[in-house]
C-alpha cells in the first residue's frame, strides 16, 4: 500500500539522497491526516452551527462538569488564547445564548462563564457529530493498532506539554 507521502519520500530521495528522510514519512503524514481531522471538524461543526473556536470555549465549559462554568482565567489555560481574545469570545458566545456570564461567590470582582441549556445542547451535539467522523478517520486500524498509535504519539506530544 502506497500513499503520496511515499512518492514525495521517494522523489526527495532521489533529489536529496544524503539525508535522512525518517522525519517526512512521520511528520508529512501527520499533517495530512491533520487536515483531514479540521476539515472533519469543520463539517462536523458547521451542522451545528458553531466554529471550532466556538467548540473549544463550550467543550472546556462541559468538560468541567455541573454546573459547567469556569473562571475566565481558567478558560484561558484550558484553550491556549490570550486575555483579550477570551474576552471577546465569551461576549460573542453570550451574545449567542450559549454562555452566561454570572458574580463569582467567592470573588467580589470575578465572574464565572457558565454553560447555558442551548450552550451545552449544541456541544454535545458538535461532539457526537466530532466522534462520529473521528471513528471514521480511524476505522482501518484495529484496537491494538489504535491504541499503539495513540501511545506513539502520546510519545511525541509530551515535551510540548
Not at 536529496?16 to 461543526?45: C, K, M, N, Q, T
Request: hydrophobic share 40%.
Amino acid at each position: 500500500m502506497r500513499d503520496e507521502v511515499d512518492d514525495l519520500v521517494e522523489a526527495w530521495g532521489r533529489e536529496r539522497g544524503d539525508l535522512d528522510l525518517a522525519p517526512v514519512e512521520v511528520f508529512s503524514r501527520i499533517s495530512r491526516l491533520a487536515r483531514h481531522l479540521d476539515l472533519a471538524r469543520r463539517d462536523a461543526f458547521t451542522a451545528h452551527e458553531i466554529e471550532p473556536w466556538e467548540f473549544d470555549v463550550l467543550a472546556a465549559l462541559r468538560r468541567a462538569g455541573d454546573p459547567y462554568e469556569l473562571s475566565p482565567g481558567r478558560l484561558l489555560r484550558e484553550t491556549l488564547v490570550t486575555s483579550g481574545t477570551m474576552t471577546n469570545r465569551v461576549d460573542r458566545l453570550t451574545a449567542r445564548g450559549l454562555v452566561e456570564r454570572l458574580p463569582d461567590p467567592h470573588d467580589r470582582r470575578g465572574v464565572l462563564v457558565r454553560l447555558t441549556a442551548e450552550g451545552k445542547a449544541t456541544v454535545d451535539g458538535a461532539f457526537e457529530a466530532l466522534l462520529a467522523a473521528e471513528h471514521e478517520l480511524i476505522s482501518q486500524l484495529g484496537e491494538r493498532e489504535r491504541t499503539r498509535l495513540a501511545k506513539l504519539l502520546r510519545t511525541l506530544l509530551v515535551p510540548f506539554s
